[in-house]
């Protein structure tokens, strides 16, 4: 392998590029790109076809299509929100081009733009079809773009077109000669292909390049850099469990009076599954290595409960236990379940998040320190410096994915006897068929839940076209005048937020118009963590009978009474998410209904894939279908299977690299760890942490 130089790729930091300030790159920094070679590896997530223009009449519905024409009436509409209206017209046809957000000399430009190329999304809208904000440049003199255009992951501050001037440069910088060490052994190409040829063929696609398999990441190109991303993930896996079984930690008691006292004021028998698993993680405690224990479980089969468990474990042995959580909702959520069980044995439970300020803050941070909080609930916000845990024995990190197993490492530090791991049990809903378990979580044991509570009527699932859209408003009433609640789920594919937001506001009015009768919330993911927790803590309790949402709500939110849920465009999310976001209902006595109201015409692959989530609830199966089912044309969102925070990889459409890719990481861990490292360094955001172990 090369050493790297200081004006190496790997080396050279992103203040050498023209137009990188100081300024800028510390918002680079924050995406963890510091390196030119960061650049390269911040990876497209899908891409355009901005090399020809669509002749208007030509664009289908759907389509992101670039389309030229002549600006032949600008005008105001005033529908349900004011919002301005351009008519573009080629020799083919004419297309209404419609701003929501426009100020006074857009306008003004527009009306005097002449011919325009702009690009954008076809939809449907009042004025037949329509692009909605497109982006529009004049005709005259500005070139089509001589590769497919790619799409870089959506990032606050940071436009498409400035990450794609970064890119270039660092491009032309590789076709002068200036490239990237190849870290895999020569008797490993995957692909046949070395890592710059890769990287120049991701980012720049010529325009005939087949487009289907680029947007389903089954591209050569993309395969061989997946193939490395999980050859890093798993080597590191691999080193964290090595270095963690040479760790030691507090070997716990079994469980006492305490855990006994809890099960009984549940209310409910623990499932035969809970029992085994609660029995497992006990065991692993009692011993003086950490554990590092995976449990997967699908939506509604009662994981919190073991981890409430094996937290009260941990404070009978005069230790504290941390739960963890992905987003503000969620553990505000798991603060109000965890404080009802546990102040009753006498158990003091607080709860530290980003919006917890002030004075209020300073008296957590002192609970925790002080060893008073047994049991500490919170977000991420529990990884930053000024927090410190007295003796802290367990940490329990909800939804996984969200976090990554080097930032799991760094809570080491947070004890005051620092070279002790704390326990660490992490749970999962993300279904994974079995036979990956081992690849992806080499660096734990897992227990599976594989069995949910009693007396779960399955949810029954529908399947409506968005015609039907009345009668489905309809329906929602009768549920909430009979005492249930009900989701009503807005999906969209725009990466924008905003966008995203916008429309679920606009779903809520309108609902609003139409239910008089009832009280309707809406939650996305603008509005700030106070307003989100306030209004699913107002449904929570009952006092506002539907909640319109974005896809905020998938993970975790536990409200017993809701039992019917609305989600439209279910077409556009893959079905993990879909099984994920109903699994927000059936967690009641009430039969539980969803409806999937999808908007007409439906693929035959579609139809195929509501029908897997039509007919089956359990979790495993539909990743399976999933997986089969995904085929040609078929164009995903970039979460479908969600499960980790892979670049490129995916590892159900990927699966059938593993088998090579735990090959060559036993390979490189007796060979060659230099090259381990370099693969991992170059993968993993944050190694930083590891080296630390
Ligand atoms: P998840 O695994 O999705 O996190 P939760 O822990 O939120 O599931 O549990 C879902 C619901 O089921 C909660 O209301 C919880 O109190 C309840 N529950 C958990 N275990 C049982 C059980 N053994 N019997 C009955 N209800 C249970
Ligand atoms: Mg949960």
Redesign the pocket.
Known sequence: MPGPGINSLDQASVTTLKGVGPAFADKLARLGIHTLADVLFHLPMRYEDRSRVTPIARARLGQQVVIEGEVVEVKLAFGRRRSLLAYLKDDTGMIALRFFHFSRPQQKNLENAGTIRCFGEVRRGAAGFEIYHPEYTSAAGNHLDNTLTPVYPATEGLTQQRMRGLVEQVLSMMDAGKLLPELLPSTIVPMNMGINEAIGFVHRPPPDADMIALMEGRHPAQQRLAFEELLGHHTSMRLVREEVSRLRTYALTPPGKTCKAFTES??????GA?TRVASEIANDMSKPVPMLRLLQ???????????ALAAIQAVENGLQAAIMAPTEILAEQHFI?FSGWLSPLGITTTYLSGKVKGSKRAEQLALMKSGTAGVIIGTHALFQKEVKFKKLGLIVI?EQHRFGVHQRLALREKGETSDLLPHQLV?T?TPIPRTLTMSLYADMDCSI?DEL????SPVVSSVLADTKRDEVVERVRDACHSGAQAYWVCTLIEESEVLQSQAAETTADQLRGKLHDLAVGLVHGRMTPADKTDVMTRFKHGKLDLLVATTVIEV?V?V?NASLMIIENPERLGLAQLHQLR?RIG??SRQSYCVLLYHPPLSETSKRRLNVIRESSDGFYIAEQDLQIRGPGEVLGTRQSGSLAFRIADIIRDNHMLTDVRRAADWLLVNDRRRANAIMRRWITTPEKLSQV
């Open positions: 549940l209310g409910f028998d623990l499932t809970q479980g699908d939506v509604g089969s009662g994981k919190t409960v073991i981890a379940n909800d749970m809903a839940i509570p009693p007396g779960r975790g536990d017993p699994g967690r009641g």
